[in-house]
């Protein structure tokens, strides 16, 4: 859904949901998950609306997702990390538990 | 034993921050700056001496402009701190501050609350989908990751912001799908009877007209006076629809940027306590500062968009003076000095801020227009209807703080940043009032997220 406008860019290799993905360095966990183009992030607790990025400023929580164990992080405000396990927090009609 | 941690406390490192601190600590106070951002520069010039873009050129010059701001501050003898968060502050003075992860209360002598702006939400039917973003979240991710859009995207709302974000996109190369202009027809003509004052500030409105001209020439299909946008889409995204000049239009996009306007970081001054009052010229909320940018709370300052919508370059000015203030209050100026050096400052700044009578009305958004339809959610958080809100104020629902105990709406995790003002709009109109008489939430900590565990662990590291 996002590019870099120079894609000669260092990447590092992080997980999500399990698998091995490959993002560019230096940018917030949200922003790789945007260029991965990976919606939703999370499906909402009340009704189970799928969710995304919104702020990108850290007063919407609409970007939380799972790092490292820890759930309701903030995707917009942390930065990628080498080997970051990222957990998008779907509903498990989804699949979050694949 | 004075008691305090800190001297000056700044907190927020955006334009007005870093005027605030550098101006106390060339007078000989000793300032620390606490900034969530991990490099100075606010939302407005954030990243701009550390940008991952080639060339910060391409988001123009008032961007640049930031570039020597930042780099005075990173030089001036302050106690800077990146990645730190103000999660508790109240009318006392007492502080919590979360820094990478670590806890710690504080107590300072004086403070400047430098939180800055945001934008005002924009809720419509859809407006929670997966790829609805806001403008400000397309320019931070130009300015924190150089990154845009992988297709044309689609912009909505009005303002500056939007226009401006549509002029950087076209300059890195980007097409823009439509531009839906939701300002109602007409307005903008009311606007002209600020023109005399405004031109004393034509810089403003030739960057405006530099704008505009060029989304023109682009040819980027501009639908003027839209009105009922709605987001369609399942699991995220899938188009938009409007209406405009009678027909009706849907366009296929996994991309909407939205913007309508920016109303001040209330936030903390109304933790601490400070007095608040409705500005119906900007309709926000802004705390009541004198001409120092104090709050009712002795040694507690406002400074910047914080105190109300002036712009970067005004907050900067603005932070200046309360710098020069807190100065004084410590007793390291005269008020003779202060006044000699804040005089020009004033000039200075009654510059910037005559450009926003103008603006202020050229923008304006009919009350109506910030009620959106009966179906949207009014609190993303909790997924609460406008429908619901209005109920509640027809059943005779004292105001927005009683809707909450009703409904939860503004109790969720954005606490209250993306429903208060649409809460009010609801309030004020179905009671036939104003969101002066309404009121606005209160504001509880934690302000910020802070674990049981950061705040337990600091208290047993207690020497």
């Given amino acids: ?51 995304a990025p919104f702020c990108m400023m850290g007063i919407c929580f609409e970007c939380l997702v799972e790092i490292d164990g820890d759930r309701d ?24 538990g694949a | 034993m004075s008691g305090f941690d800190y001297q000056l ?35 407005i010039y954030r990243n701009v001496d550390a ?57 300072a002598q004086s403070i400047v609350i430098a939180c800055g702006a945001q934008e005002r939400p924009m809720p419509f039917p859809g407006w929670d989908k997966a790829g609805v973003m806001t403008a400000g979240a397309g320019q931070i991710l130009m300015k924190s990751a150089a990154m845009v859009p992988a297709q044309a995207p689609v912009l909505a709302g009005s303002g500056p912001l939007l226009l401006l974000l ?6 890195a190369g980007l097409k823009i799908r439509a531009l839906v202009d939701t300002s109602p027809r007409g307005v903008h003509w009311s606007a002209l009877r600020h023109m005399p004052s405004a031109l004393a500030a034509g810089d403003y409105l030739f960057k405006g007209l530099q704008l505009v001209t060029a989304i023109k020439r682009a040819r980027v299909p501009w639908y003027r006076g839209a009105d009922n ?3 369609e889409g399942d699991e995220r995204l899938a188009a938009i629809s409007f209406d405009c000049s009678g027909k009706k239009h849907r366009i296929e996009t996994p991309l909407l940027m939205v913007h309508q306007g920016v109303i001040p970081s209330t936030q903390v001054t109304a933790a601490a306590g400070c007095e608040t009052e409705w500005n119906e010229a900007q309709q926000c909320w802004h705390p009541s500062v004198d001409d120092w940018g104090e709050s009712s709370q002795p040694g507690i300052f406002v400074a910047g968009d914080a105190a109300g919508i002036a712009g970067a370059r005004a907050a900067w000015l603005s932070g200046q003076l309360a710098g020069l203030q807190v100065a004084r209050q410590l007793r390291r100026l005269e008020p003779v000095q202060r006044d000699r050096l804040a005089l020009r400052i004033r000039n200075a700044r009654a510059r910037h801020l005559s450009i926003r009578p103008f603006l202020d009305r050229y923008y304006r958004l009919p009350d109506a227009a910030l009620i959106p339809r009966d179906e949207t959610l009014a609190c993303r958080c909790e997924e609460v209807t406008v429908a619901e809100i209005r109920a509640l104020a027809a059943a005779g629902c004292s105001g927005p703080n009683q809707a909450k105990a009703f409904t939860r709406c503004g109790m969720g995790p954005c606490q209250g940043r993306f429903c208060g003002s649409t809460v009010e709009q609801i309030f004020a109109r179905e009671t036939a009032t104003s969101p002066q008489q309404v009121g606005c939430y209160n504001v509880r900590p934690p302000l910020k997220p802070v674990t049981l565990g950061q705040i337990a662990k600091k208290e047993n590291q207690n020497e």
């Fill in chain 1, 73 to 96: 992080q903030r995707a917009c405000q942390l930065m990628v990390r080498p080997g970051m396990r990222l957990r998008r927090q779907l509903a498990p009609a989804q699949g979050a």
């Fill in chain 2, 51 to 107: 940008s991952p873009l080639a060339d910060i050129g391409l988001l123009g010059k008032d961007y640049v402009f930031g570039r020597q701001l930042v780099q005075g501050f990173r030089h001036a003898p302050i106690d800077y701190h990146a990645n730190s968060a103000l999660w508790y502050l109240d009318s006392s003075g007492e502080l919590g501050i979360v820094e990478e992860g670590v806890h710690h209360s504080a107590r």
């Fill in chain 2, 229 to 231: 946008l709605c987001a």
């Fill in chain 2, 9 to 43: 406390l700044v907190i927020g490192a955006g334009p007005a921050g870093m005027a605030a601190a550098q101006t106390a600590a060339r007078h000989g106070v000793e300032v620390t700056v606490i900034d969530e951002q991990a490099n100075p520069g606010g939302q």
């Fill in chain 1, 1 to 51: 859904m996002f590019k870099l406008l120079d894609s000669s860019a260092r990447q590092v290799l992080i997980e999500l949901d399990g698998a091995e993905v490959s993002v560019p360095a230096d940018i917030s966990v949200a922003a790789a998950l945007l260029y991965l183009d990976c919606l939703p992030l999370r499906h909402s607790a009340i009704s189970g609306a799928a969710r």
């Fill in chain 2, 166 to 171: 549509a002029w950087q996109y076209l300059r």
